[in-house]
């Protein structure tokens, strides 16, 4: 889960190709106030969007989209078209067992950890170079990982 930076995304389809990825629906949400042309209808678009987002599954988020496609079709062309083509990249979620939707269908998790990085990064100040970054920043990445595997389960395949 990302956003679309096109240099990512090459990266991610060269390395994890076969692994599902979508856009984080917070920043799509967010990303529609610019294609919205007047002030008035941000709230009913976020409305709109938020329950193609919340869909009990695919097949209904999907209806949802072409119905809010259509709605938007006349009063707000390029709203229209913006979201036929990027809120389908916010739906992969629907993929994913119903109990593990919420947990990863923002970038929440990513952010977290860029943010934990960049604390204990800090504290060094000045690396010598640049393996030495990469050694601090590795073993950082693993002990989240072991907490991740002997702590709390964040997403629990044998129960859903």
């Not at 096109?6 to 106030?33: D, E, K, M, S, T």
């Not at 078209?81 to 629907?94: C, D, N, Q, Y």
Request: contains cysteine.
């Amino acid at each position: 889960m990302t956003q679309r930076v096109p240099r990512l995304q090459a990266a991610r389809r060269a390395v994890f190709g076969g692994v599902p990825w979508q856009r984080c629906q917070f920043y799509l949400q967010q990303n529609a106030g610019a294609y919205v042309p007047r002030q008035d209808q941000r709230a009913e678009v976020a409305a709109d969007i938020r329950a193609i987002f919340t869909a009990l599954n695919q097949h209904e988020a999907e209806a949802l989209l072409a119905k809010t496609v259509q709605k938007y079709a006349k009063t707000a062309p390029r709203l229209s078209t913006w979201l036929e083509t990027a809120i389908p990249e916010g739906l992969t979620v629907f993929a994913f067992p119903a109990a593990h939707r919420r947990l990863v269908r923002t970038t929440n998790s990513v952010e977290r950890l860029n943010k934990e990085i960049r604390r204990r990064t800090r504290v060094v100040s000045i690396f010598p170079n640049e393996a030495s970054c990469l050694r601090l920043v590795s073993a950082i990445l693993m002990e989240i990982s072991e907490e991740w595997e002997t702590g709390k389960t964040y997403l629990a395949f044998d129960a859903a």
